[in-house]
């Protein structure tokens, strides 16, 4: 059940509306079976992996409270990450490891081994087993108390709106809100508004925006053998967009739903694109993930307390993990290294950059040395987004080596642009559509509120017009349903 | 007020008003053609008052095109009305009928039964076309349910995931009602002529019968009960077109079964001569029948229904209306078809006379007086003076009345006159002859002759004919 289908559309307002109206001693329950409803809608076998994720954690947990011995509370903890992290592994990158394993055999002119399985990615497994370890080191640390309530727990691990694609909330946040189901009223008019209005803008970039601008890069990706420069600068550009319009808006979605229940999630995105350097999108982009990678696992390899080399070896770690988190292909890991990568030069040339700075006396208190910062930095990200959208590394370097070596400008001027899945009134629509996105983004980054925010205290004439726009640009204007171009085969006669 | 409450009532009003909008939004997106080119019976049957029609006429193509209404009201004031739509398969000329049920107590219908030949539609927009077309009720989705698969049947109810990419084509009747949706009676107007005969292609004499499935069984009992239940009368044809042995064996099949059942069943492809139907002439392509062949075969079925059911003549009755509009309607379409070939000023001057609802722009410019050709002559009848002819300019013909409105003065004032709600005509006098003295929006109408006829059609609400002699 995604959150732009109907069936969506029917079950929150159902879920909702009986939150609001059932016993608090039920509301928990109650949102628990909602959730594990949802997820069993993809495959209802899939509840074992979640409910096993659970249990393990739950256990676990308690027991690392329970148990006095150091060494024996790290056994624990281990025994808790190896069960997570193997039914991880196994759906996620057996296959992986397979293929890469069989490959060094061919290599050896050994035989290769067949995979016994057919595997099919549970939905969101990255999303709460991340979840539900953080919560176990969280304890294990003392950070957190280990929950009693097994129904709590289990609708911590499992709370739909952000079951699937995060944000991967913390254990502190989010217990806090669940022990609160039972005790007070958490839903209000003011946070279902703006809740609803998250949803809407959600929908919108993921409907209006991502799903848009997803036709002009899987044209420009798809024939990445033929096109030149400015098509490849465009087509990452473009798929820079649109998988934050893709993600932002789901976390969007699940932001709002959950607010409108009265649940405060994380914000996972906070203007991206706005940011002056790498270090400075990571702490816009996915930041659930981000913050707990960097307190999961850069934090404890030691973070930057030990020499510049150790602390260069921790940050590409964590970024080579982060990159095998988002997908089980190398291609996620070079995406991955280059982040890397540009955190370390990042690092590494500050001297060289104030140096420059100096020499020319560039003024860095003003709007165009910020503009370049912000331009530079959107251009490293998108030329790593190549990796990250490229089907294998050969079609990466080969988009790479098309990137830098067909200078055609030409294409800007003789229309052949809009032959790459938009056609001329699509693009506009696609670039208006960009400018609301980007005049979003610049409240965000400015004023640091998010758009739900923004319109809650504007006036109700302009916020219902807002909302009412929102709504009539997604049904209209999102890309959904049967794609059919009627003129072409209706207005014939008969 | 408590907050909450106040919050519950902000609620009601806001998606009271998100409802209203989107309704808007809808019914600027949603379908409004079921014969082509906005034409929508269904419209036109939403159109119409209650327990009007006498006569229902259902089917395909070849229903819309082959019968006339009109034909007739004009000879017999019989109201029928032609609820076909393209390529209107079983469930939808079924559904078709429940919906004009709800508002109308014909006393015959006549099916046509070209749905008998196919089970799928062919063209999977016609699906669109026809299931989107009636009003959300239990009859549309109970349509939907009789034909589409359980997964796609949300996109259906819904119809929004259908609709709405129809942002990409919207023109001026999707905000506004197509004017002939207002007042027609199901036919559609077609003059193009095929030119040969297809008389070699079909299966003409072919009497072998067939099989009929249980799907079209089933389809003629659901009618016959359909109809029985409301009191109609019910008769079967075929309405005649250029048809395989495979689809004549079927027919010959259902002729059978409905004889049978001692229903009437007519094959007009067995009444060629009698109809004296012009293979050529007649037929826009070898499947459908144009604006000729439309006639003589409404002409027998008016006298057919006349012979056979005391229908009363509701020509003098105000409340049809509708009825009067759409022969007016055809009878424009068939001038205005005729105006736009004619090649002698007479009788393009002759045809404007007879054009109820056309308004016609007459422009006199040039060295028309040294000219051979006497122009006096040919705008006398419609009512022009001698001293005006002499001085040339733009007149406007509506009503039967001739009216002067520009002279041909370089530098005069510019005239603007407006021909429709949209449409307006700016003259000037740049240089004789020029192009630009006769605009129409923005489109430049004056042509190199001395006389030019310029008709706009104040239904249609377009330029119908222009000729310049």
New interface residues.
Partial sequence: MLFNS?DFMIFFPVVTLIYAVIPRKLKCFWLLAASYYFYMCWNARYAILIAFSTLVTYGAALAVEKIKGKTAKKWVMIGGFAANLGVLFFFKYFEFALQNINKLLNRFSFQTIQNPFDILLPVGISFYTFQALGYLVDVYRGDCRAERNLLQYALFVSFFPQLVAGPIERSGNLFRQIHEVGKKKMMS?EA?TQGFIMMLWGLFMKMVIADRIALFVDSVFGQSYAIGTVEAALGAAAFAVQIYCDFGGYSAIAIGAAKVMGFELMENFNAPYFSTSIADFWRRWHISLSTWFRDYVYIPLGGNRGTRLRTYGNLMITFLLSGLWHGAAWTYVAWGMLHGLYRVAGDALKPVRRKIIQFFRVRTDVFSYRLGQVLCTFGLTSFAWIFFRAESMDRAFLYVRNLFCRWNPWVLFDESLYTYGLDR?EAGILMAALAVLFLVDLVRYRKGRNLGEALCSQN?VFR?AV??LL??SV????V????????Q?????? | MK??A??FV?CIC?FS??GL??FV?YDV?KWK?TT??YLSSVEQLYATEDDLIDVVFVG??HCY?GVYPSVLWQQYGIAAFDMSV??QDKNSSFHDLVELYKTQSPSVIFVDLHALTYDQHL???NV??NYLSLRTSPNSVALVNAYIDQEER??FY?R???I??????LKKYDFLQYPPNTFGRGE?Y?SEKLGTSWADSAALNDRTVGELSDLNRQWLLDLIELAEEHGTAIEFMVLPYARSPFQQEIFNAAQEVLNELQYSYTDFNQLLDELGLDLANDYVDP??MNAYGARKVSEYLGRTIAAEYDLPDHREDERYWQWDADCRWCENNGLSIWLSGVSNPVYYASGIKRYTDGITLVSLDGDYLDSETDYFEILKPLGMRYEEYLAGGKWIYRDGALEKIAENVMGAEEVYYDLGRYDTVKLTYVAPLSPENIMIGREPYQSASPLTFITYDAVLEKVVAQRAF
């Fill in positions: 109907i008019p279902a009134r109700l219902w909302m009412i709504v009539v049904i209209v204007y999102g959904y349903g049967i794609d059919f171009d009627s003129s085969f209706i207005y014939f006669a008969f | 907050k909450s106040l919050f902000k806001f008003l998100l909008v989107v939004v997106l053609d082509g080119d395909s193509s095109c393209s390529s063209v999977e927009a669109y076309r949300g996109s819904l929004f995931p259908i709405h990419t129809r942002y990409r084509e559609s077609i499947e459908h």
